[in-house]
């Protein structure tokens, strides 16, 4: 199964949908993320719940996802995640790189107030 990437606002947070196989680099979240950023969108939050596997190519475009978003004056959070997909961000302690969240509510709270 091929990730698939949807996006919705709430509040002042961009939540992205990622569900399938995160095991690879996919243009279409890069792109998402990109012209969000020049749109002048600085909150960002991946939501995992549907993704059933996390690959280290998935886990690469995270990372840089991240670096981009914060060499924007960007946040980006993590939520929703199954134990598995936990588990392998755990193992080189991504869990301390990421805010990680247990669920939207909690996630919009801790976003600054200054995106659009």
Known sequence: MELTVAARTV?????IDLSGRF????????EL???SLQQGRRNFLLNLAAVSHLGTLGINQMISL???IRNKGGVM???SLTDRV?????????DTVF??????TEAIK???NASR
């Not at 936990?86 to 991504?94: A, D, M, N, Q, S």
Request: charged fraction near 20%; proline fraction near 8%; charge should be negative.
């Open 77 to 79: 959070g993590i939520v």
């Open 66 to 68: 991240w670096t981009s």
């Open 86 to 94: 936990r588990e392998v961000l755990i193992i080189p302690k991504l």
């Open 110 to 112: 801790h976003f600054p």
């Open 23 to 30: 095991s690879f680099t996919d243009d279409s979240l890069r």
């Open 11 to 15: 509040s002042h947070v961009m939540i």
């Open 33 to 35: 993320v990109n012209s």
């Open 99 to 104: 805010p990680i969240y247990k669920d939207e």
